[in-house]
């Protein structure tokens, strides 16, 4: 399977609107971070977890032309807002996409996306076609693709991570709970939040992610959600053996 990554930063980008950090004004292309998501190929299937606020230019830069279905995390905005721009494979091959989401994810989806969901109404424009599957703890399969959900913590909210064989994706925590931890057993490559140095409320901060990542024992971590206040290039020397920060961009054979 490839994994490349669509989004590497958090909610706000980087570089963030009106900030002139040293890492914001950077020239290094890993210190560009679009909002988060990845981009997963196996055989001929193409998935994406989560649409980001940036879904459209990730596609495009990606080179992302088609997509068989489309995994959500959570229902936080940056994992949502490109749901509109689904429209675009539903032109392209005249099909529905379907989503798999956990209940209450689809509610916001279906309240900040109204009207794609309305019945009986003549509309004037398109809307993205869709149909909904609702998962939270059991595994299920995607064209043969195998996703065990991963119970996480985002602060208050519960949040799904996934793990596809040997390879886990794990986003927007500061929790990986003990249901959670058992269904990571035994992965070989880790993807895992890494907000910044300092604490956060709802997510782990760097520290707290490399001592989350000795735990789960991975062969390889990869660190993404990453804010402005973390510079690539002084960040990758100093990370442990076997770990590493993501950028947007990065692909993975795993």
Request: hydrophobic share 35%; glycine share 6%.
């Given at each position: 399977?490839?994994?490349?990554?669509?989004?590497?930063?958090?909610?706000?980008?980087?570089?963030?609107?009106?900030?002139?950090?040293?890492?914001?004004?950077?020239?290094?292309?890993?210190?560009?971070?679009?909002?988060?998501?990845?981009?997963?190929?196996e055989?001929d299937?193409?998935?994406?977890?989560?649409?980001?606020?940036?879904?459209?230019?990730?596609?495009?830069?990606?080179?992302?032309?088609?997509?068989?279905?489309?995994?959500?995390?959570?229902?936080?905005?940056?994992?949502?807002?490109?749901?509109?721009?689904?429209?675009?494979?539903?032109?392209?091959?005249?099909?529905?996409i379907?989503?798999?989401?956990?209940?209450?994810?689809?509610?916001?989806?279906?309240?900040?996306?109204?009207?794609?969901?309305?019945?009986?109404?003549?509309?004037?424009?398109?809307?993205?076609?869709?149909?909904?599957?609702?998962?939270?703890?059991?595994?299920?399969?995607?064209?043969?693709?195998?996703?065990?959900?991963?119970?996480?913590?985002?602060?208050?909210?519960?949040?799904?991570?996934?793990?596809?064989?040997?390879?886990?994706?794990?986003?927007?925590?500061?929790?990986?709970?003990?249901?959670?931890?058992?269904?990571?057993?035994?992965v070989?490559?880790?993807?895992?939040?890494?907000?910044?140095?300092?604490?956060?409320?709802?997510?782990?901060?760097?520290?707290?992610?490399?001592?989350?990542?000795?735990?789960?024992?991975?062969?390889?971590?990869?660190?993404?959600?990453?804010?402005?206040?973390?510079?690539?290039?002084?960040?990758?020397?100093?990370?442990?053996?076997?770990m590493?920060?993501?950028y947007?961009?990065?692909?993975?054979?795993?």
């Amino acid at each position: 399977m490839k994994v490349t990554f669509l989004g590497s930063g958090t909610s706000s980008g980087v570089p963030t609107i009106g900030c002139e950090c040293s890492v914001c004004t950077s020239s290094d292309p890993r210190d560009k971070r679009l909002r988060p998501s990845i981009w997963l190929q196996e055989n001929d299937r193409s998935i994406v977890i989560d649409t980001s606020s940036d879904f459209r230019q990730q596609c495009l830069r990606a080179g992302l032309k088609t997509l068989d279905a489309v995994v959500y995390t959570h229902h936080h905005y940056d994992h949502i807002a490109g749901f509109d721009d689904l429209r675009a494979f539903n032109f392209k091959t005249g099909r529905t996409i379907p989503i798999y989401t956990m209940p209450e994810t689809l509610g916001q989806i279906q309240q900040v996306f109204s009207y794609a969901f309305r019945q009986n109404t003549v509309r004037e424009s398109s809307v993205p076609l869709i149909t909904v599957h609702e998962i939270l703890e059991a595994p299920f399969s995607i064209g043969g693709i195998e996703l065990l959900p991963i119970h996480l913590r985002h602060g208050s909210m519960r949040v799904n991570g996934y793990r596809i064989g040997d390879f886990a994706y794990c986003t927007d925590c500061n929790t990986i709970t003990d249901e959670g931890m058992e269904r990571l057993r035994g992965v070989r490559t880790m993807v895992l939040d890494a907000l910044r140095h300092t604490e956060h409320a709802t997510h782990f901060s760097l520290s707290q992610a490399i001592t989350m990542a000795e735990q789960i024992q991975a062969e390889h971590t990869y660190f993404t959600h990453i804010a402005h206040e973390i510079c690539h290039a002084d960040v990758e020397e100093e990370l442990p053996s076997g770990m590493h920060l993501a950028y947007d961009g990065l692909e993975l054979i795993v």
